[in-house]
């Protein structure tokens, strides 16, 4: 299936990806008034019913409420006309932090095993520190981890089952049960957070979109199938990061001292009561304890589990076997 008809069914496409289009397609269309619209949706690698669909969103949108602060979009006859856009049509101008950080991104993107196109990320790396001076200085300064647990060979086949809408098995290590899994899953993206690459996708075996951390992947094959996933298949916000909790994940409460309460801010949490000494009280789903115990037994004295007695149980349990590993008796009185 094309690009222009898998946004047409408009299954894969989230919030922020709609909203980079309509950034870039305003200028665009500005630039070209009378354009045709099968040339312009063709061009801009979207069904026809699609961008009069984001022509109709753009009467919604300007700079204020007023009927001339709106954008005007017209398109009978089959030629698109966008007027009193001026503001957001104006050529973009990089700001140092913006430049700095479209150059570090530029420089995580030539590490990317197995990636193209390198002579263009070359040139535009030239072109852009040609034009900063001191940023490229800066940007020059930053090291770019991307992870290497993974084989260029696999991240290329999952790329292309991508691309090439091919399904693919995987089998798959479950840290929190120790057990690899087979499944089959019609891939949807590749993407890398916090120095992490991740495959996510409709999967078979849950019949639902499911995020791989690919270095968990220990053999992926793509096969000679059909991969378009469902029609309803949504891909998962990952703004806030790799791990998002589902409604039917199991509920876990946590008491966390004052000097731990980051904890509630850097993960997504349920509840959060905080007590007039500082100490919270918080509620999250997780679907694995392997990460939470990790957590506990890092903020040491700073947390425990609540509920449910069975997790509460796996991180003393877990704290006692290590501190048995390194000879100390857990039971045994310190000096006071």
């Known amino acids: 299936m094309s690009p222009a008809k898998q946004r047409a069914k408009g299954a894969h496409e989230t919030a922020t990806d709609r909203l980079a ?5 305003v200028p665009w269309l500005v630039a070209r008034q009378g354009i045709d619209l099968e040339q312009a949706a063709g061009e801009l690698g979207i069904s026809t019913e699609q961008l009069e669909a984001d022509l109709r969103l753009l009467y919604l949108c300007g700079y204020g409420q007023m009927p001339d602060e709106l954008i005007d979009a017209q398109w009978e006859g089959g030629r698109v006309f966008v007027t009193n856009a001026e503001t957001i049509a104006r050529p973009l101008r990089l700001g140092r932090d913006e430049a700095l950080t479209l150059m570090v991104g530029l420089r995580a993107l030539a590490a990317v095993p197995g990636l193209g196109e390198r002579d263009a990320i070359e040139r535009a790396m030239a072109k852009l520190e040609e034009a900063t001076g001191a940023s490229a200085e800066a940007a020059s300064r930053v090291e770019v981890a991307i992870d290497e647990g993974v084989e260029a060979g696999m991240l290329a ?7 090439q809408h091919r399904r693919v098995h995987l089998t798959y290590l479950v840290p929190s049960r ?9 891939p949807m993206r590749v993407v890398n957070l916090d120095s992490r690459w991740y ?3 409709w999967c078979h075996r ?15 094959e793509v096969l000679d199938v ?15 990061g790799a791990f998002t909790p589902r409604a039917d994940d199991p509920l876990v409460t946590l008491h966390l001292e004052p000097w731990a309460a980051w904890v509630s801010d850097y993960y997504p949490v349920e509840s959060v009561e905080t ?5 919270q009280t918080v509620t999250l789903r997780t679907p694995d304890t392997q990460w939470l115990r990790r957590l506990l037994w890092r903020l040491g004295g700073g947390g425990y589990v609540v509920a449910p007695t069975e997790v ?4 003393a349990d877990g704290a006692r076997a290590a501190l048995a590993a390194y000879g100390v008796d857990p039971g045994a009185p310190t000096a006071g």
């Open 275 to 279: 007590a007039d000494d500082g100490s």
């Open 21 to 25: 289009r309509l950034l870039t397609m």
């Open 226 to 240: 059909d991969g378009t996933p469902p029609a309803d298949a949504q891909l998962r916000d990952l703004d806030a």
């Open 199 to 201: 495959l996510e996708g």
């Open 312 to 315: 509460a149980t796996e991180v």
């Open 157 to 163: 086949d999952a790329r292309r089952a991508v691309e």
């Open 206 to 220: 849950a019949q639902d979109t499911r995020t791989f951390r690919m270095d968990r992947i220990t053999a992926l």
């Open 178 to 186: 120790d057990e690899s899994t087979e499944r089959d899953v019609d």
